[in-house]
């Protein structure tokens, strides 16, 4: 084999460990931010319990609000145990059922990404496993 083989075949080793370490650097960024938009909807789930329990539809709505503007989260939703919303920041939601947050996941939230936001839904429980309602939470990507 020519010397100028190895040292080209040595080089392309060098670039493809590069180039791995990049990704994995990407990927457990990516999971780090995931794990970090999980926590904020755990905690705000937890948050929600008290104004669930009040069911004061117009001060939620404008708790909701508050979150919104304050922190990351571009669309907020809160539903009863049946999946209908009963305070939202995206207008277009409201009186509406959402099936998925008909049985919401009570012990991890469920994440999915979508083309330009990440989203995450969960139950407002109490007590262990006493589903108040549903929560969704949507931020676009980058924010």
């Known amino acids: 084999m020519p010397g100028w083989m190895r040292w080209a075949i040595v080089g ?3 670039l493809i460990t590069f180039l791995l370490q990049g ?15 999980l926590q904020g909807v755990r905690g705000l789930s937890a948050a929600l319990v008290q104004p669930m329990l009040q069911r004061d539809s117009a001060r939620l709505q404008r708790t909701l609000e508050q979150i919104a503007s304050a922190g ?18 995206d207008r277009t939601l409201e009186n509406k ?6 049985r919401p996941p009570i012990q991890s939230p469920k994440f999915e990404r979508l083309s330009d936001r990440i989203r995450a839904e969960t139950a407002i429980v109490i007590g262990g496993d006493n589903v108040l309602g549903g929560l ?8």
Do not use: H, Q
Request: charged share 30%; proline share 2%.
């Open 12 to 14: 392309a080793v060098i």
């Open 23 to 37: 990704w994995m650097g990407d990927r457990r960024t990516e999971a780090a931010r995931r794990d970090a938009f």
């Open 72 to 89: 990351p989260y571009s669309v907020v939703v809160v539903t009863d145990a049946r999946g209908l919303v009963v305070a939202s920041t």
């Open 97 to 102: 059922t959402l099936d998925s947050l008909r």
């Open 136 to 143: 969704r939470v949507e931020s676009k990507v980058g924010s």
